[in-house]
């Protein structure tokens, strides 16, 4: 299997801001048509102003996180951006039944589809619930007729948590038909958007597309954070209007 690089050390916690960490984790392999792609992970965690924690895209866990997790406060929600990000919350969910999953549109069919048992409690919306409305802000991006995603701006620090909307592989990470690919699809850093099959599926709905842009780019964000590739750490609202450009 071709895969792109690691993030190590994984599995660890790595402070962005205050209440804010991104934890790197390992590969997850996808089915393409003639074989399979893997790519590495990467989960967000928030503490919320009750001391629980919020969990963005869990990974693959390990005890060594488990403990690391326990030590900061108590796992309290478990979201899944959209129906590509779901595979591993069944495993949080042994370890933390009191956790509260967060469905994202079209999750629900896509695990059954795909034979993963999981379980979800709540549906996220267009707007953040009470339970993390005074640390997180969200919206519900449409406008694909493939993949929608829920997004996620820290308050306090100005980060924008995404998962597929932005995808920046790093070239020195990847073997070369990998790093092909990659460039073909749009998606290798320095210059990393949503890939080109992705945007195809906005053709005739972009102007959907542009309102729900226009409301992150209100958001002033300072850093963007990915889930796959490298991430944004500074100047977040130019590279969001950079990697967006296409719907233009």
């Not at 390992?26 to 919020?54: C, E, K, N, S, Y």
């Not at 920046?168 to 320095?190: C, I, K, Q, T, Y």
């Amino acid at each position: 299997m071709t895969s792109p690089g690691l993030y190590e050390p994984l599995n660890v916690l790595k402070p962005v801001a205050a209440g804010l960490w991104l934890v790197d984790g390992p590969m997850i392999g996808m089915a393409v048509p003639g074989g399979h792609l893997a790519f590495p992970t990467r989960m967000t965690v928030v503490q919320l102003t009750d001391g629980g924690l919020w969990c963005h895209s869990p990974i693959a866990p390990d005890d060594a996180l488990f403990r690391a997790l326990d030590a900061l406060g108590p796992v309290r929600h478990l979201v899944s951006p959209n129906k590509l990000h779901y595979a591993h919350i069944a495993a949080w969910q042994r370890r933390y039944p009191q956790a509260c999953a967060w469905a994202s549109p079209g999750v629900r069919e896509r695990a059954r589809s795909q034979r993963i048992a999981v379980n979800f409690d709540a549906d996220l919306t267009h707007s953040p619930p009470s339970e993390w409305a005074d640390t997180l802000d969200q919206l519900h991006f449409r406008g694909s007729r493939v993949l929608e995603e829920i997004v996620f701006l820290h308050r306090d620090s100005g980060t924008l948590v995404l998962a597929d909307l932005i995808e920046n592989f790093e070239p020195g990470r990847l073997p070369p038909m990998m790093r092909l690919l990659v460039r073909l699809a749009g998606s290798l850093d320095p210059d990393g958007k949503a890939p080109l099959d992705m945007r195809l599926t906005y053709l005739g709905r972009k102007r959907v597309a542009r309102a729900c842009l226009a409301r992150m780019l209100a958001w002033r964000p300072r850093r963007v954070i990915l889930a796959h590739g490298r991430c944004y750490l500074d100047e977040g609202e130019a590279e969001l209007r950079r990697a967006f450009r296409w719907l233009a």
